[in-house]
């Protein structure tokens, strides 16, 4: 590894526990009990059609997998397929039609249940109304709503008329959307008045507009009407209102549009290492199949199953697996639209009590808060309908795999610590749970036709214990297929810099650091690149770093993420002549909030005369993370400005 080094993942306890078996009660019913790792390994890449056939194709598919120039290539060619017909119609007529789809939450209390037929009509009827707005197949209309019903069938009304959705998590911020629209070329977006935060009603509409007004071209916008009198609005010029586009298409269908499996079915733009972010592309039959597939195999979800991600459909892991996985597989997904500790901390128990929620799969960040706040909220509650947990987006620590184990699956719901990226499109390691024992702190095995490979800098596999890149080393069908700025990014992002030079070599760069255990197990150590995770999510540190840059006086930024895990540090250095205020202070929080989200505001700001820096310039935040963190300190030997450390932890102390 370079000098950068790695970003410590999780907390100090990563000393791995010991193995635990499968509990017997979830083996007697898993839907997976053989490994099927080797008939995979035997029979690849022909073993995805076992993926393949868990959707409905209008064309069938020519062959699994066509050889395109590395990294490219076609998943299920020739297929033709809707993902909107996977995920609603074909359920109608295998007699689910009355089931419920999504139980939706709402943050103040509201509840709604839509069963598949209530879904696939407001589809259909969202889908007519789109095209009335002059939609077609192969535009791409940008959506911009918090967890509201209308979030995915928005999602899927533009797959059914072959339109590439690109969803922007409803926190971010006016210029996030703005650089977004105007990244994808969008010139349709769908968003609402407003929402609660905690009770408050928060304008988003407002945020949209600022939006727009700084795209180049104009932008077609439906609102939906989220708030009613809490938040009385107007709609202004090419703004429309969801309920009136609807009902102006009451009883409407739409024929689903046939998309070759390689077709766009959506955007989601992420963020790299640089402030630029990357729009990753994924196709619908690939990406489809590999979301069903990796739902049934790893977190057990069958048509029968209540099954809650408690994640934001903002991002991948809602896009996969609240919307489109769960749903190709005709289960009943749950939609979730508040914080875990409103109105009381016990908010997420009293749903699965009440919902009978089978299976539960949210971020390790969530469980640490949850353990913090103790047993007494979750022993309030009767979890037993709990089968399985899942975990995503970082490390988790044995002692909260512990914790999650215990208070939350009373011992009897094995976890899936489940290791994937927006790029995978679904999960790439985990644990199978009703084949492998778990390892708390490591996250598994690669999945059946995953190859992993864990190299140093040189591209050679690292030893058994050592820690290095993780790579993926063969295609598989959920992987994106190229970024929306172009194929040549894309290369650069992922495959030059981690590839090994000879020929036919193929070699993904995730950008984690990583070890492979003696057994095969992959404990994932956090980013080896300048990106952290906010609650699961990624976001580059030189994202927030240029919006504190920004702020008149300041000379340099760092941002790291503290002891909560979600938590970021700013350690900002000022220009000669600016001294250190409360009002500066404030307009770094302000200008952060403003330019990526209220989400990713400092915990704090430290001025320092001086950032710890490499002999090459390089910023050290492995350093000012231990400080953050109270860790004893790394080494400091490749520090032009070693002395600046112990300055900057006195400073903290003394606040
Ligand atoms: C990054 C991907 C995948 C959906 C959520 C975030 C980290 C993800 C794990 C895990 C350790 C994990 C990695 C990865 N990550 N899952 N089980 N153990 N780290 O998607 O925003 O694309 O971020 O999240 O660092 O690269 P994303």
Redesign the pocket.
Known sequence: MDERDVVA?GDTDDSHGSRVPPPQGFLEQATVTEDPRPSFENNWPACWSAAGDLLEWDDPYDAVLEDGEPPFYDWFPGGTLNAAYNCLDRHLHAGRKNRAAIHWEGKDGERRTYTYRDLYVEVNEFAAGLRSLGVEEDDVVTIYLPMVPELPIAMLACARIGAPHSVVFAGLSASALATRIEAAGSAYLVTCDGYYRRGDAFNQQRKAENAVLSVDHDVETVVVDRLGEALPHVLGRDQHDYDTLVEAHAGETITPVPRESNDMLFVMY??GTTGEPKG?VHGTGGYLAYVAWTARTVLDVTPEDTYWCA?DIG???GH?YIVYGPLALGTTTVLYEGTPDYPDRDRLWELIERLAVDIFYT??TAVRAFMKWGTEYPSRHDLSSLRLLG??????NPRAWQWYYDHIGGGECPIV????????GG?A??TIPGVDDMHPGA?GKPLPGIGVDVVGPDGTAVEAGQTGY?TLTRPWPGMAKTLYSGDDRFLQEYWLAHSVPEAGDWRYG???AARVDEDGYIT????ADD?L?LA????STMEIESAIVGVEGVAEAAVVVGPEGDDVHAYVSLEGGTEPSAALEQSVLDRVELSIGRFARPRRVVFTPELPKTRSGKIMRRLLEDVTNGKPLGDTSALRNPEIVGEIRSTIDQE
């Open positions: 993942g992420t963020s990753v994640a991002w991948i892991t996969s971020a390790p975990t995503v987006g970082e490390p988790i610590d489940t290791w994937w990226q927006t790029e995978t999960m390691i985990s996250a993780l995730s950008g984690d994932i150590l956090g980013r990106v995770t699961g999510q990624r976001f």
